[in-house]
């Protein structure tokens, strides 16, 4: 099992999209320990060039973040074809959770703040099982 979750870290690149740059400096401490490929965008212009020139297997997206414009960065992303099978993982502040999950992101889509290294880690092993394999075009 540790063996599989390895293989998986080790292939997968995974874009944080945050404007709080201690936020991303936890997440991606956290995920490069485990083996994985990080990158991060601050804005949302950023996050867009990232997404289409990086190709990542997972966005993790933080819906509180002002700068970034989540509702029209998730909504570009997922309406171009060579990038709507990239799946997100969300971080939505404590005072959002109860209205926007799990109900509309559904039960493995996102994360509560505060949450921990342990929570971040799982959620993105949980996210790569069941990810779809995007093409380049």
């Not at 309406?79 to 039960?107: R, Y």
């Not at 880690?121 to 099982?129: C, G, I, S, W």
Request: charged letters at 20%; hydrophobic letters at 45%.
């Amino acid at each position: 099992m540790a063996n599989n979750t390895m293989q998986m870290a080790d292939s997968a690149k995974i874009l944080i999209v945050d404007e709080d740059i201690l936020n991303i400096a936890n997440i991606s401490q956290t995920l490069v320990r485990g083996g994985f490929v990080i990158s991060h965008a601050t804005s949302h212009e950023r996050a867009l060039k990232a997404v289409t020139h990086e190709r990542p297997d997972l966005i993790i997206c933080n819906l509180d973040a002002p700068a970034i414009d989540a509702d029209e960065f998730v909504r570009t992303v997922k309406q171009k074809a060579a990038l709507k099978g990239i799946p997100f993982l969300f971080i939505v502040g404590a005072h959002n959770a109860s209205t926007l999950a799990p109900e509309i992101l559904g039960p493995r889509q996102y994360l509560s703040i505060p949450f921990t290294r342990e929570q971040v880690f799982a959620a993105v092993l949980e996210h790569l099982k069941h990810r779809r394999p995007h093409h380049s075009s």
